[in-house]
């Protein structure tokens, strides 16, 4: 393998990455213009200047192009981001602190605009709901790594639904409040507020 090798498969991922950006935010303009079902992975497609056998070399479906913004990496950034917390604090803090993060680099006014739009048909409400499981899932999987005792895995796997739950709330909150105030200002008060109680 010659040594110009890595440098190529860099400039390979980056426009693979530019691509499916492209995409998506060209999906993101035109379900916002035409609405979720009035838009076409053809008109997808053809906006984003790429034949529709490229488009599924990228996405599977127009549903997992909104689904992309949604998740837009969040449920992925949580693992390693939990992972960098201090196993000597209490876990609900280090999850409270984790998506205090994770929310800080993926959440943006466009997330309103994608939630409305998830919420347009029952099969992306589903869908929505579903990737709130999976980063419930992510953060339990990265507690088991982070604080390793199996007698303490039914309490971690409770932080991470209660911890999802708040994140959910905040998300709802946000959106009805069309983000008039930052988010993380949400998730602060609900991590608070069960705090509080717990």
Do not use: H
Request: aromatic fraction near 10%.
């Amino acid at each position: 393998m010659d040594s110009a090798s890595p440098k190529k498969e860099g400039r390979r991922e980056q426009k693979r990455l530019e691509t499916l950006r492209r995409i998506a935010e060209t999906g993101l303009r035109l379900f916002i213009a035409q609405g979720y079902e009035g838009t076409t992975l053809e008109a997808i497609a053809a906006a984003a200047g790429i034949s529709r056998r490229t488009f599924f070399y990228y996405f599977k479906s127009k549903e997992e192009v909104l689904l992309g913004y949604q998740g837009n990496g969040f449920a992925q950034a949580l693992r390693p981001t939990l992972l960098n917390e201090s196993a000597d604090q209490p876990p609900f803090v280090a999850v409270r602190n984790c998506l205090s993060k994770v929310a800080a680099r993926y959440v943006t006014k466009d997330s309103i605009i994608v939630d409305r739009l998830l919420r347009s048909t029952e099969a992306l409400r589903a869908r929505k709901q579903a990737k709130f499981v999976e980063m419930e899932e992510e953060l339990f999987a990265a507690m088991c790594e982070l604080w390793t005792q199996p007698e303490r895995r039914n309490t971690l796997r409770l932080v991470a639904t209660i911890s999802i739950g708040a994140l959910r709330l905040a998300f709802e909150s946000w959106r009805q409040d069309s983000g008039k105030r930052p988010f993380a200002k949400y998730l602060q008060e609900n991590f608070a507020v069960l705090e509080a109680e717990i």
